[in-house]
């Protein structure tokens, strides 16, 4: 079993729809928790972080944690074609991102105009 | 803010032969360094862990006599890759880790270096 796990995808929706990536983790140690967005031929960029049990939203993005069930989703409304990338779930022992975090394989999405 | 650069952006150089990426913390300190290595269509692989003014700590599989890391200042770690070959060749991610916000220490990623070994 990987450390974090998502779904390869490709998850394909609808211009203005919803996506919802997920990500499972098996370190029930983990602190914090980060989303990043890949585009084909760059490197991540950080979109999102969380740390505490529930939502944080930030513009079209929200962070979902759940500690109990080891699960953090990013849930992107509005969906764009301009959001099409890989998504890279990391998650990382300490409260401050200390030491190394530990990235799953990536979940790609594809908006379709 | 949080910006960090890499240099070169692509190199092409021959088997044999070494080369020496840098990757700059523009507007923080960077405690710590890390540099990932990531192949066509797959994952970040995760390569070594390297704090200022210290030895880096390399991940199982890696040859620290083959990638060489410096982490000689809280805004500059260099990974030279010496005597490279054709398998070398890989899109090179350095990524910086500081106080950018308060108390929390994210992690901001360079551009990454495409590195082609013929």
């Known amino acids: 079993q990987k450390e974090v796990e998502q779904n390869s995808g490709p998850l394909s929706v609808p211009e203005g729809a919803i996506a919802s990536l997920n990500c499972t983790y098996s370190d029930r140690g983990s602190q914090s928790f980060f989303w990043y967005r890949q585009y084909s031929g760059k490197s991540p960029e950080l979109i999102m972080f969380?740390?505490?049990?529930g939502d944080k939203e930030d513009g079209r993005f929200t962070a979902q944690l759940n500690k109990a069930s080891q699960y953090v989703s990013l849930l992107i409304r509005d969906s764009q074609p301009s959001d099409s990338a890989t998504y890279l779930c990391?998650?990382?022992?300490?409260?401050?991102?200390?030491?190394?975090?530990?990235f799953g394989d990536g979940t790609t999405l594809t908006v379709k105009p | 803010g949080a910006v960090v650069s890499q240099h070169p952006s692509r190199v092409i150089c021959k088997s044999g032969t070494s080369v020496k990426i840098e990757c700059r913390s523009l507007?923080?300190?960077?405690?710590?360094m890390f540099w990932y290595r990531q192949f066509p269509k797959q994952s970040l692989m995760l390569m070594a862990t390297s704090n200022e003014g210290s030895k880096a700590t390399y991940e199982q599989g890696v040859e620290k006599d083959k990638f060489l890391i410096n982490h000689a200042s809280l805004t500059l770690s260099t990974l030279t890759v010496t005597s490279a070959h054709p398998e070398d060749s890989s899109f090179y991610i350095c990524?910086?880790?500081?106080?950018?916000?308060?108390?929390?220490?994210?992690?901001?990623f360079g551009p990454g270096t495409r590195l082609t070994v013929t």
């Open positions: 990524s910086a880790r500081g106080a950018t916000s308060g108390a929390f220490y994210e992690q901001y």
């Open positions: 969380i740390y505490s049990n």
């Open positions: 990391a998650v990382n022992r300490q409260r401050t991102n200390a030491g190394k975090s530990t």
């Open positions: 507007d923080f300190q960077a405690t710590t």
